[in-house]
């Protein structure tokens, strides 16, 4: 069994690796083709960047996954795992402490081992195609910020419901299911006000004009913009986005300055009406919901999986802790996780689809959406000419000529 469950998750990495040779192979023969709808926006120039930036980004992505599969490989059925659990057994003798510090050591190690990627992914990837403005020092800074963070929201997330395995042996699956859903409320709650500012230094937008605009915008659909903000995102990287945040009705809205400096005021209206459709349609609500949903199945069925006797021997290992057995049931979710990757792409899709029509009702303006979002794609690099299986099993959002002819579209 060992065997089988080694091959299967390779072949998931191989699958991977095919399709994005595909998505290469489709952009190589398509490169140099500049679609109508880019005409005037972009140029052969930066046609150039894009591709070459696509495929910069694929091979690392490739490498990425190839190396990160061995890493796995070698630890869950190389003997990694057994001598980790048994290494953090060797510290406590409390059933808690002992998840926890696994849970956080696995964490920590795992950072460690892909912070020369990412040094590489910010330094030279991104640096050579203009992107990168974060300095050596405020990488890592931030990057111990994110380890810091991190260690401290695993221990809290796998001591609260260590304990309830602890504390109620038979029905933990549900007291850990509603464990885990008051901690995500409550993170997302905190998020704005704790995590981001660690990160980034918001500020009222520095346009009043555009402050009320995107209030009445906000209004004409019953939510309530309590603050509109611009990031200083431009500290780190040129890339530009637009979020909302918070639960319920009252809102908080966050510009890229980025983003400001480059749209027109009608522009990030248009951005902002597609952002109010995800709220009103209620797309995050289901999200949320669905995503809790899966969860008690899944915690239910890890509950059950984990005491099975036989789950170490699928793996190739002896006896494992509480953690250590968790973290196979991880491994084997993450196989059959590969399978779910285009369902939840579909859906995400559809939701994008909607925001978008949404903002075409609203604004009335479907021609400012799709300029916005021609210059995201050109200011970003994005590729033009995915492969239709690549962004089909991929893209949360459609290819942005799909989104453009569709809003042009009377
Ligand atoms: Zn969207």
């Excluded at 040779?21 to 500049?34: D, I, K, V």
């Excluded at 380890?147 to 933990?172: E, S």
């Excluded at 009252?250 to 952002?275: G, P, W, Y």
């Amino acid at each position: 069994m060992p065997v089988v469950l080694a091959l299967a998750y390779a072949a998931v990495t191989l699958l991977r690796v095919a399709l994005a040779s595909l998505n290469l192979r489709h952009l190589g023969r398509h490169a140099r083709e500049l679609p109508p709808e880019f005409e005037g926006v972009t140029d052969a120039a930066t046609l150039e960047q894009t591709a070459r930036y696509t495929v910069e980004r694929t091979r690392l992505g490739v490498f990425s996954a190839v190396a990160s599969s061995l890493v796995v490989l070698a630890f869950v059925f190389g003997g990694g795992l057994s001598a980790y659990d048994a290494r953090v057994g060797s510290l406590t003798t409390s059933f808690v402490a002992r998840g926890v510090l696994f849970f956080v050591g696995l964490g920590v190690l795992s950072s460690v081992i892909g912070l020369p990627l990412s040094i590489y992914a910010t330094f030279v990837v991104e640096a050579r195609y203009g992107f990168n403005r974060t300095t050596p020092k405020l990488f890592f800074v931030d990057w111990l910020k994110g380890l810091l963070l991190g260690a401290v929201i695993t221990a809290a997330l796998a001591g609260g419901a260590l304990g309830l395995v602890h504390a109620a042996p038979t029905l933990y699956w549900l007291w850990a299911w509603l464990f885990f859903c008051g901690m995500s409320v409550f993170l997302i709650l905190i998020s704005p006000v704790v995590i981001e500012p660690l990160f980034f230094q918001f500020k009222p937008l520095s346009s009043e004009e555009l402050a009320n605009d995107a209030r009445a915008l906000a209004e004409r659909v019953g939510v309530k913009l309590e603050r509109v903000l611009e990031i200083d995102a431009s500290k780190r990287s040129s890339h530009s986005n637009a979020y909302f945040t918070g639960l319920g009705r009252v809102k908080r809205v966050v510009l890229f300055d980025t983003l400001l400096s480059r749209m027109s005021r009608s522009e990030i209206l248009a951005v902002l009406a597609h952002e109010l459709g995800h709220w009103k349609l209620g797309h995050i609500l289901k999200r949320l919901l669905v995503t809790q949903a899966v969860a008690l199945l899944a915690i239910y069925v890890a509950s059950r999986a984990i005491a099975w006797p036989g789950l170490p021997a699928l793996v190739g290992q002896g006896e494992l802790s509480f953690a250590a057995r968790a973290v196979v049931l991880a491994f084997l979710a993450s196989i059959a996780g590969f399978f779910v990757t285009p369902l939840s792409a579909l859906w995400s899709r559809k939701h994008e689809r909607e925001a978008d029509e949404f903002a075409r009702e609203l604004t009335g303006q479907p021609r400012e959406l799709a300029n916005a979002l021609l210059k995201l794609a050109r200011d970003n690099l994005s590729n033009l000419h995915p492969h239709p299986l690549y962004a089909a099993f991929y893209y949360s959002h459609p290819p942005v000529i799909e989104r453009v002819r569709r809003l042009r579209a009377p």
